[in-house]
């Protein structure tokens, strides 16, 4: 098994995500938004696809609060060719006064990337939640979109409520790129164990 501590940003040219010219939009955000409600473990079910996760698969998110009080994004998956693990966590800092679902997502030092200023825009709790970023390179933008599911699966009943979701910011179900979670070995590994395969330090 092959492990990565994910190298960010480096593949710019060749991304899928949506690039267009402008500056960002700013998608309406959950209102009343409690992000004690991320806490836990996700599925990455759907994904705009970007340079990233390239050919990534067997994502998982899981989020937790810090050190310092903010929400930690932990992030495992495996790159299917050659079956690389990649590991890395990223935090959440409110882009406004709390509570809020606007957000600036960083990642680590050694990925020499600004990071996403990310906006929860629909949740199921239960069942789904999507995330819009976006980060603006020179006259244009790009636009990345997120799906996470409490299961690695979701019914007929709930994709249709992502795609209505997902219409109300402009955007197609049928352009995101479904995640493929089988046989992944990563989903049995815990958060802890997976800090100490990567020398990785608790935010």
């Known amino acids: 098994m092959m492990l990565l501590a994910c190298l960010l940003g480096f593949f710019a040219l060749s991304s899928a995500q949506i690039r267009e010219q402008g500056s960002c939009p700013q998608p309406k955000a959950i209102s009343n938004f409690d992000e004690s409600k991320l806490i836990g473990r996700w599925f990455e079910w759907g994904r705009v696809d970007n340079f990233y996760e390239q050919d990534h698969a067997c994502g998982v998110i899981r989020h937790y609060r810090g050190n310092d009080g903010y929400i930690v994004e932990s992030v495992n998956s495996i790159i299917r060719t ?22 600036h997502l960083t990642f680590p030092d050694y990925a020499l990337d600004p990071g996403l200023n990310s906006t929860y825009v629909a949740a199921n709790w239960d069942h789904w939640v999507i995330l819009h ?29 992502i795609a209505q979701a997902l219409e109300k910011i402009n955007f197609s179900i049928r352009n995101l790129l479904i995640v493929d979670h089988k046989n992944c070995p990563n989903h049995k590994v815990t958060l802890n164990e997976l800090r100490k395969m990567f020398g990785v330090q608790r935010c």
């Open 82 to 103: 050659p079956g690389t693990w990649t590991f890395w966590e990223g935090r959440m800092i409110p882009r406004e006064e709390r509570p809020t679902a606007l957000y």
């Open 133 to 161: 970023s976006c980060k603006e390179e020179g006259n244009q933008s790009l636009q990345f979109v997120w799906v996470w599911a409490r299961r690695t699966t979701l019914n007929k009943k709930y994709q249709r409520q």
